[in-house]
């Protein structure tokens, strides 16, 4: 299993980025796949997951209305779409799917997002 996160970066307050996650090893677009944030001194938290196969969203409740996920199962990739982003949505954010009959937790290298003026 490999996931492998982009598109982190520096933004201003207000401003948007698109992170990717590509999914290699494991039958993509038979599996839910979600988004977690470590921001500075915190733990880890759960921002959005999409399943499969309905596309079902859910969101954590600091990221509604701001962040979309979504799927491309014929590039086997995720994204999370950020807007309106604020100084609070500093953090590492990693993609994560969950493996195998014993549902292991697979997670990428995360990548980095620093929203600051």
């Known amino acids: 299993v490999q996931l492998v996160e982009s598109g982190g970066g520096l933004v201003q307050p207000g401003g948007s980025l698109r992170l990717s996650c590509a999914a290699s090893?494991?039958?993509?677009?038979?599996?839910?796949m979600s988004w977690y944030r470590q921001g500075p001194g915190k733990e880890r938290e759960l921002v959005a997951t999409?399943?499969?196969?309905?596309?079902?969203?859910n969101y954590a409740d600091f990221v509604k209305g701001r962040f979309t996920i979504s799927r491309d199962n014929a590039r086997n990739t995720v994204y999370l779409q950020m807007n309106s982003l604020k100084p609070e949505d500093t953090a590492v954010y990693y993609c994560?799917?969950?493996?195998?009959?014993?549902?292991?937790?697979?997670w990428g290298q995360g990548t980095q997002v620093i929203v600051s003026s």
């Open positions: 994560h799917t969950l493996y195998g009959p014993s549902r292991r937790d697979e």
């Open positions: 090893g494991f039958p993509f677009s038979r599996s839910d």
């Open positions: 999409i399943s499969s196969p309905r596309n079902n969203e």
